[in-house]
């Protein structure tokens, strides 16, 4: 119940309008999010990269409504490409079609993205198209593998959500194409038609995305602090001798710190998703939405810091 509310509070732009300019709401949204600029991203970047970490830049924003828009966050995107090589940072970029112009025509989208495509390729970098809410599932592979996928096998990947009743069968076609896949759980309220309503589904379908990953695909991406499944994924490439940079764990800037910097220490790959930019509010309530205690703990420790101050 919770969840759906913060989930629909998510997608509500005027109370975005509100809350942006709310020190409360911004302290919060700094817990998740790498401050408002490239530059204090990069730093955080760089942060991650002294623990032995890599990291993922997402400059936060969703659908566009003009191709000007879409244009300007491609641009950007080059801007991020050119600054992470340029302070030769270990890092590569997480991107939305949507915020690249697909909600405007899937031919706009992927010019835009082509372009980011190019100058990772420049780089021998690598983008990640993030994967939005089940009506944009078959658009975004179908894009991927027709469009992007044929020109830019190393350096484009997808990802797929274990909430979907249809994963195991994209897993396969993921394998048949050898291309690098990112598993998550799903961060979106989906109808119960095209996804799993319990948990324990969603945990159950995971665990059987991740071993066909890890045994069949290309350096998958397991993106979860979910213990249970992390040490699953351990244990499996134990069984099956699978070498620890075949792999890596991928988690969020904020969450479970303490649990990523364990796995470097263990032996490995570690790369946390970091999202920055002026747009902070969706992805701040989904974060909310994925652990309402959050809202608590954070509140908490604002309350400590003014304090001590
Ligand atoms: C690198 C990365 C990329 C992602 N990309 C996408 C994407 O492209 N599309 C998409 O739909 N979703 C994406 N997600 C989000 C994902 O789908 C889940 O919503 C999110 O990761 C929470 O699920 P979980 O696997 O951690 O498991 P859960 O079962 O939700 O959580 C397991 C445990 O992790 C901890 N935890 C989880 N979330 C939080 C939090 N917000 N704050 C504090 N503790 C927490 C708690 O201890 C919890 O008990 C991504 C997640 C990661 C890590």
């Known amino acids: 119940m919770l969840r759906s509310s913060l989930l629909y509070l998510s997608r509500q732009q005027r109370i975005f309008d509100f809350v942006k300019n709310v020190d409360f709401a911004r302290k919060m949204a700094s817990r998740f999010v790498a401050g408002e600029t490239v530059s204090t991203a990069l730093e955080a970047v760089a942060q991650l990269n002294a623990k032995g970490i890599t990291a993922s830049l997402d400059l936060l924003g969703e659908s566009v409504f003009s191709e000007a828009e879409a244009r300007e966050t491609g641009r950007q995107y080059l801007e991020i490409l050119d600054r992470i090589a340029e302070r030769k940072l270990q890092a590569n970029v997480s991107v939305k079609l949507t915020a690249l112009g697909q909600d405007i025509s899937d031919a706009l989208g992927v010019e835009v993205v082509r372009e980011v495509l ?18 944009y599932t078959d658009r975004t592979l179908d894009t991927f593998e027709q469009h992007l996928y044929p020109d830019f096998p190393a350096n484009v990947g997808v990802v797929l959500q274990s909430a979907l009743r249809r994963t195991l069968d994209d897993v396969d076609r993921a ?16 109808p119960e038609r095209v996804a799993f309503p319990d948990k324990a589904d969603v945990d159950r379908n995971y665990v059987a995305a991740m071993h066909r990953l890890m045994e069949h695909g290309n350096y998958p991406g397991i993106a979860t602090h979910d213990e249970v499944i992390i040490n699953e994924a351990k ?7 699978i070498a620890t940079d075949r792999f890596e ?33 969706p ?8 652990r309402p205690a959050n809202i608590a703990f954070m509140a908490g420790n604002i309350v400590k810091e003014s304090l001590h101050r």
């Open 235 to 241: 244990r499996f490439a134990k069984e099956r001798g």
């Open 283 to 290: 992805y701040l309530m989904r974060r909310l939405a994925e």
């Open 249 to 281: 764990f991928q988690m969020l800037y904020g969450v479970r710190r303490d649990l990523q910097e364990q796995l470097v220490r263990d032996g490995y790959r570690m790369r946390v998703y970091v999202p920055f930019g002026s747009q902070w509010y």
């Open 175 to 190: 394998n048949a194409l050898k291309c690098r896949v990112r598993i998550c759980k799903g961060a979106y309220l989906e």
């Open 118 to 135: 190019e100058r990772a390729k420049q780089y021998n970098s690598f983008v990640r198209l993030d994967m939005e809410s089940s009506a």
